[in-house]
């Protein structure tokens, strides 16, 4: 399903997810001004990357994993955390894992592939 961005729509984020079979999928779903909401479902590592603005994830279901040059936070569903920009950062899961991603719509990521 494809978002339609600047119209009002409904969309059922738990039935978005469920639809995906894949380890890893990040994709956009709407935005919101300038910024973008992804919907992420992950059960892997990602590599270790920046961005150029702050982002924000906010755990749906499982247990994400963020790892961070100093530290590993560990959020379950309904815990949020805010990366500013700059730092270098990877989320992983262990088990099937839904965040939402909230940040700048022309984000990149930039680090290790």
Same mark, same amino acid.
């Given at each position: !399903?494809?978002?339609?961005?600047?119209? =009002?729509?409904?969309?059922? %984020? /738990?039935?978005?997810?469920?639809? %995906?079979?894949?380890?890893?999928? /990040?994709?956009?779903? +709407?935005?919101? /001004?300038?910024?973008?909401?992804?919907?992420?479902?992950?059960? #892997?590592?990602?590599?270790?990357?920046?961005?150029?603005?702050?982002? +924000?994830?906010?755990? !749906?279901?499982?247990?994400?994993? %963020?790892? =961070?040059?100093?530290? $590993?936070?560990? =959020? $379950?569903? *309904?815990?949020?955390?805010?990366?500013?920009? *700059?730092?270098?950062? #990877?989320?992983?899961?262990?088990? #099937? +894992? %839904? /965040?939402?991603?909230?940040?700048?719509?022309?984000?990149?990521?930039? *680090?290790?592939?």
């Amino acid at each position: !399903m494809q978002a339609a961005f600047g119209q =009002l729509q409904k969309l059922d %984020v /738990n039935e978005l997810a469920a639809a %995906v079979s894949e380890k890893w999928k /990040n994709w956009e779903i +709407t935005r919101v /001004n300038d910024h973008c909401v992804r919907l992420a479902v992950l059960q #892997r590592d990602f590599h270790w990357h920046q961005h150029h603005s702050d982002e +924000t994830l906010l755990v !749906m279901q499982g247990r994400l994993y %963020v790892d =961070l040059p100093d530290r $590993t936070e560990s =959020l $379950t569903p *309904g815990q949020l955390i805010t990366i500013p920009k *700059g730092v270098r950062h #990877r989320t992983r899961a262990q088990e #099937r +894992t %839904v /965040n939402l991603c909230f940040e700048a719509a022309d984000t990149k990521a930039i *680090g290790d592939s």
